[in-house]
T-cell receptor
């Protein structure tokens, strides 16, 4: 079962913040975040495994709620390079990572 | 950083023809995957492969599709009789210990079925 992402699209000015949400109807073992720039392959951002976990690097961080049914990706003081489509991924089976429908982030100067 | 390599980058074929998409995963990785992405849509799981056999496959991965690791380095996706709706970007990915860690994606093969 694929996770549900919201919003579908976000438009920001450089320097503004964004939050992208990823939710599931059942508790998850893990949640993954990837970013895909136009015409390129998805690139790994981070994995969260524990309920209540927060993780991040530079100005991009993520949280995983205690029930392990929702994760949020936080982009702080956005830069032009943050533009792209963000996908969360969750387990759809023992050897199967399935992605949400994506959130398109556009950062304008 | 090591890379997953995919060839060709673009493939144009006629409906009904067979195509083989090729991937060279990262050398010490044990798990291999194919995903596809129709333009502007989400990245869809097709199949996972470990220890020379399919681990999981999606409902998309029907009898027209097959995967193979013909030697120690290549990982291929074959579509036996292509359909118009098979037109998509196909991504190969690999990981060291399974899908619950970082997946490394190749740059993709854009398949166009005419």
């Amino acid at each position: 079962q694929q996770p549900v992402q919201s919003p579908q699209a976000v438009i920001l000015r450089e320097g503004e913040d964004a939050v992208i949400n990823c939710s599931s109807s059942k508790a998850l073992y893990s949640v993954h975040w990837y970013r895909q720039k136009h015409g390129e392959a998805p690139v790994f951002l981070m994995i969260l495994l524990k309920g209540g976990e927060q993780k991040g690097h530079e100005k991009i961080s993520a949280s995983f709620n205690e029930k392990k049914q929702q994760s949020s990706l936080y982009l702080t003081a956005s830069q032009l390079s943050y533009s792209g489509t963000y996908f969360c991924g969750t387990e759809g089976g023992a050897q199967k990572l399935v992605f949400g429908q994506g959130t398109r982030l556009t950062i304008n100067p | 950083e090591p890379e997953v390599t995919q060839t060709p980058s673009h493939q144009v074929t006629q409906m009904g023809q067979e195509v083989i998409l090729r991937c060279v995963p990262i050398s010490n990785h044990l798990y291999f995957y194919w995903y596809r992405q129709i333009l502007g849509q989400k990245v869809e799981f097709l199949v996972s492969f470990y220890n020379n056999e399919i681990s999981e496959k999606s409902e998309i991965f029907d009898d027209q599709f097959s995967v193979e690791r013909p030697d120690g380095s290549n990982f291929t996706l074959k579509i036996r009789s292509t359909k118009l709706e098979d037109s998509a970007m196909y991504f190969c990915a690999s990981s060291v210990q399974g899908p619950y860690e970082k997946l490394f994606f190749g740059s993709g093969t854009q398949l166009s079925v005419l």
